[in-house]
């Protein structure tokens, strides 16, 4: 599968290096594709080396202003203009994403995701691995949206948040053996 990663590009305490490293083990191991933002920094740096040591494939996509921090000797790199162009070409380059811990970037990739599948605009998975309870005032957030009227759908059908990164991987691979990529969304095309 092509798992496209939204995560932190700052250096991390052990408590979420840790787990992002047995996530990206997890994905080598099994064959997989990262498609990442392609910076060779912080917790992305962490997972693209943990994904590479274990056998997997590497999908960069950078963005112009980053360019000078992308990993080098990724055969697969390509570089957007903007990160809205970057958000859609890592959207268009993977099956499901998969959101660890990180900042305001992490949140501006995840926020999109949610509001492309809340709109019925891509129904690729969406699954937030909530390493020690970091999303926890997000989730909440969520929830009390939901309870209150503000989302058109459930909760349930626009994110799945889990506690181990097998969680999220058996998750994505339900969703897509259920329907096939994107379980049953529109072409790539019509959704990004
Ligand atoms: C000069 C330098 C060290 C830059 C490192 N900074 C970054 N490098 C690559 N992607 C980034 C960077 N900042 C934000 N992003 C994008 O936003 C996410 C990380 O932002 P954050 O650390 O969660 O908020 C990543 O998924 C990535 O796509």
Redesign the pocket.
Known sequence: MKICV?????DLDERYTAPAREFAELLGRGGHTLV??G?D??L?KVVADGVERAGGTLCGVSVGF?A??ARPGVADMVTAGDLGA?KALLLEKADAVVVLV????????MTDLLELRRHGLTRKPLVVLNTAGYYDGLRSQLERMEAEGFLSVPLAELVHFARTGREALDHVTRRLRAGGRGDGAPTVTEAV
């Open positions: 939204f995560l932190s590009a700052a990442w933002g910076s920094v912080g992305m980053l000078h921090v970057r990180g900042g305001t970037g992490t949140l501006d990739e």
